[in-house]
């Protein structure tokens, strides 16, 4: 049994990562080992937007994470810096910069850089999807 | 303490990945884990002296690669081959690291915890 993070920087429905990184996680949870936490960081930030409305025909990644994150209650997390010039922020940013409304899926938290780090001190494997 | 190189292995500028990855290898610094930088391939690019992307209202993160060693990042490895591709020569670039060959930047990765290229 091995742990596992995750770093995920492709960007949602333009590139394959987001998709691969889904089944990955899925395979390594059916295999029996352990995620420790899978971070979004760089254009991967974007699924964390509540806001994304893909076709009924196509996946919903948001909606995907989502359910993964609570059935099998691995974090997800967001790097803040990344994501506020992406337009994803929680209620407590939204405040702080005057914005109308938070966009943050509520499966996913804003947090800082120090968490991938923490992570992968904590994880036998780091695996990037880009 | 689990030891991490990160590998810049594209150019600066057209992307952010450059960026991206210079702030998780200044935050493991903060973590002291052990760090090893290699540039490789067009990632050598980044290193060349005297950028201005402010020009093109891009920050200019290149000078933080001359605080590396500040940061506590011992080994910084720059690629033989991808200095050779691009006609670069060591006066041209920032006197950051020692030029290796792909045996020893092999052996390096090859002998770390975590590698992260982005």
Known sequence: MATFSLLITANPYSNQGQYSALKFTKAVLEAGHIIKRIFFYADGVLVANRLNCPPADELNLTKSWAKLAIEKDIELTVCVTAALKRGIVNQAEAERNALTSESIDPAFELSGLGQLTEAMLASDRLVTFG | ?118
């Open chain 2, 1 to 118: 303490m689990k030891s991490v190189c990160f590998i810049f292995n594209k150019p600066p500028y057209g992307q952010e990945s450059g960026k991206e990855l210079l702030d998780i290898c200044l935050m493991c610094s903060a973590f002291e884990m052990p760090i090893t930088v290699i540039f490789q391939g067009d990632g050598v690019l980044q290193l060349i002296e005297n950028q201005q992307p402010d020009i093109l209202n891009i920050k200019n993160y290149s000078k933080t690669f001359k605080a590396l060693k500040l940061y506590g990042v011992e080994t910084v490895l720059i690629d033989a081959a991808g200095l050779e591709k691009h006609q670069l020569v060591t006066e041209n670039i920032l006197n950051i690291g020692e030029i290796a060959n792909s045996k020893i930047i092999q052996n390096v990765i090859q002998n770390t915890d975590f590698s992260i290229m982005l």
